[in-house]
């Protein structure tokens, strides 16, 4: 058990261990100093033999691999501790290269709770469970969040981006919360507090975070005088923005 969670880790299973072990999934993980969402797309270099091993089993028997944020440790070599919830990565393309090593293309599914550790493969499994995340009510003052929280992602949007250049035109989900997770793929914060809204089970309370977080992004670009717009080729980098 990777310290520092064994001793959490082992108070869960003691509190309902028998209802819990009817429940779990294993799932291979993936630890890395990022954080994937639900529906993103992220393209990976798969260099090391153990991912390397998990790629080739994935896509053997057609199953995904869990991305989770490192809590300690480095993502090459060694054991990483990961935080406790990550999300399911579903490969979708694959493109090998004459040296052995590989770029795949993955997007975000559900996400997933940790309950327990195996290290006795050559990769970290994890013995897993679904985040439940609590539906929402449609309100006056629900649909005045969501349509203030569109605003600012939309005035961030035209602050970012050159205008004479890029035609920006941005198109919500209807779902609210498969939109709250789309702009927290966007958003430009630390990865902590992008791990703060990937473990938040309740969408309003995530696009009450994300409204805020964009209004202070707003704030920052139009009080700052010295910032330039994005160019076409600083847009270069960033195919899959995560």
């Known amino acids: 058990m990777i310290e520092g969670q064994a001793h959490l880790l082992a108070n869960f ?65 060694g054991i990483a501790e990961p935080y406790l919830v990550g999300t399911r990565a579903k490969i979708v393309q694959v493109f090998p290269f004459d040296n052995g090593t590989m770029d795949i293309v993955v997007q975000g599914e559900s996400r997933f709770r940790i309950r327990g550790l195996d290290e006795s493969r050559p990769y970290l499994i994890g013995h897993v469970q679904d ?54 793929n966007w958003m430009p914060v630390e990865n902590l507090q992008k791990q703060q809204l990937l473990e938040m089970t309740d969408t309003v309370d995530r696009l009450q975070l994300l409204n805020e977080m964009l209004a202070d992004q707003v704030s920052n ?21 995560n």
């Open 13 to 77: 299973a003691g509190h309902n261990e028998t209802s819990m072990s009817d429940n779990l999934e294993d799932l291979a993980l993936f630890p890395l100093n990022l954080v994937l969402f639900p529906s993103s797309l992220l393209r990976l270099h798969i260099f090391e033999p153990r991912y390397k091993l998990m790629v080739e089993h994935c896509l053997q028997d057609d199953l995904p691999f869990g991305i989770v944020l490192i809590r300690h440790g480095t993502e090459a070599g």
């Open 131 to 184: 985040v439940r995340e609590y539906g929402y009510e449609i309100s006056d003052l629900t649909e005045g969040l969501v349509e203030e929280t569109k605003t600012n992602f939309m005035e961030w949007c035209q602050a970012l981006f050159p205008t004479e250049q890029i035609a920006v035109k941005v198109a919500f989900p209807d779902d609210w919360t498969l939109m709250s997770f789309q702009i927290s």
């Open 221 to 241: 670009l139009v009080v700052s005088q010295d910032r330039q717009p994005l160019t076409l080729e600083d847009l270069r980098g960033y195919i899959f923005p």
